[in-house]
């Protein structure tokens, strides 16, 4: 695959024609890095001046709450653009840590090329668009649904609400007290729930900790 075909499937670029995207070459500033795994390049409270695509390798995110007392942690999979909704707003801060998993391939793109050059392009500006109005849409329901129904759905809910992807690995920090204060849950419910699910190897328990192998099966056994 050469690296016009890679790039074009990034979610930014799908759909720019050949000539479009040879243009953008010639105006943008494309910055390529390789990252050995384990390194940390992003941190969380960082300002987000560019767009950061993942081009090859997984990279995994951290989500410290401090004041929630958790950690959650995600596993990306190329291709993958990292918090396009951060560029720009009130708060254009990095809403969480990123560290190679695998040796990665990362493409940046200046804050300052994306106003300048990538937003003549309208179909650049529809896939932004998309991506930003599918994440408010997406939060909207989350927040609307959160707490409301079962023991089950409630677990779902605390994950669907903060997590970015609904598929593959994630770590959850957290004491069994505060999990049950979340999700307004008694802590006898909600371990009986979590021993139910470690049982059935969907998660695995540790002190203060909650792995999940793949969220997908997990999210199938709550039926949700």
Request: hydrophobic share 40%; with cysteine.
């Amino acid at each position: 695959m050469t690296m016009y075909d890679t790039l074009l499937q990034l979610p930014l670029f799908q759909g720019l024609c050949k000539d479009d995207f040879t243009s953008i070459i010639e105006k943008v500033k494309f910055h390529f890095h390789n990252i050995k795994a384990g390194k940390e390049f992003l941190k969380q409270g960082e300002t987000n001046n560019k767009l950061v695509f993942l081009l090859d390798g997984e990279i995994g995110s951290q989500l410290h709450h401090s004041n929630n007392n958790y950690t959650l942690s995600e596993v990306h999979c190329a291709p993958f653009v990292i918090e396009p909704y951060s560029v720009f707003g009130m708060q254009t801060q990095y809403t969480a840590t990123y560290k190679a998993v695998t040796d990665i391939k990362l493409l940046t793109i200046d804050k300052e090329y994306i106003l300048s050059e990538l937003n003549n392009y309208e179909i650049f500006r529809i896939n932004y668009l998309n991506i930003l109005s599918n994440r408010c849409q997406v939060l909207s329901r989350k927040l609307y649904d959160n707490q409301i129904g079962t023991l089950k759905e409630k677990f779902a809910d605390f994950f669907l609400l903060r997590c970015v992807r609904l598929e593959g690995e994630k770590k959850l920090l957290i004491t069994m007290e505060d999990l049950a204060k979340q999700i307004n849950e008694t802590r006898i419910n909600v371990s009986k729930l979590l021993n139910e699910l470690q049982n059935k190897q969907l998660i695995e328990l540790k002190r203060k900790e909650i792995y999940i192998p793949a969220f997908e099966k997990l999210l199938e056994e709550l039926s949700l």
